[in-house]
């Protein structure tokens, strides 16, 4: 069983800073693309839907300057976070906004597992979805997609 030796961790139970947690809301919120991807491992992972795996704080880097836009405002709710020794999860839901037209873009869930590297926190892994299901593909009469 893991929750034994989750329960014996240091700081086991306690929840991320929110400095940590609000860090690459914080950056979106400037612009800054690498503000974002400074908050990955060298090595971490981005898990998108419907899309392959982002591998490495330079694939990181430019997914996040491809995101970054001044047209969207990014807002992040944390449900809950946990701290087991070096190593955390954070669950959260988002919103993304159109600033110019105030109208939501998109809603829906994150959950990052964060490993303490020297002494900062780090996200390790990522994955999201959005709360509407993707959309149904159009067949044609022909059977085709």
């Known amino acids: 069983m893991v929750l034994p030796f989750i329960a014996g961790c240091p700081g086991a139970g306690e929840s991320l800073p929110k400095e940590v947690t609000s860090a690459i809301e914080n950056a979106f919120a400037n612009g800054d693309a690498a503000g974002i991807a400074a908050q990955f491992k060298d090595d971490a992972a981005l898990l ?30 944390t449900v809950e976070s946990r701290v087991f020794g070096d190593y955390a999860y954070h669950y959260a839901t988002y919103t993304f906004r159109n600033v110019r037209r105030g109208n939501i873009v998109e809603t829906g869930k994150v959950i990052e597992i964060w490993h303490k590297v020297d002494g ?16 149904v593909p159009t067949v044609e009469p022909d059977g085709s997609v």
Do not use: C
Request: hydrophobic share 35%; proline share 13%; aromatic share 10%.
């Open 48 to 77: 998108q839907p419907n899309a392959p795996i982002i591998r490495g704080r330079q694939e990181i880097d430019a997914f996040w300057q491809e995101q970054v836009r001044p047209i969207l405002s990014y807002d992040m709710s």
């Open 120 to 135: 900062k926190w780090r996200v390790h892994l990522t994955s999201w979805s959005q709360d509407r299901p993707p959309p």
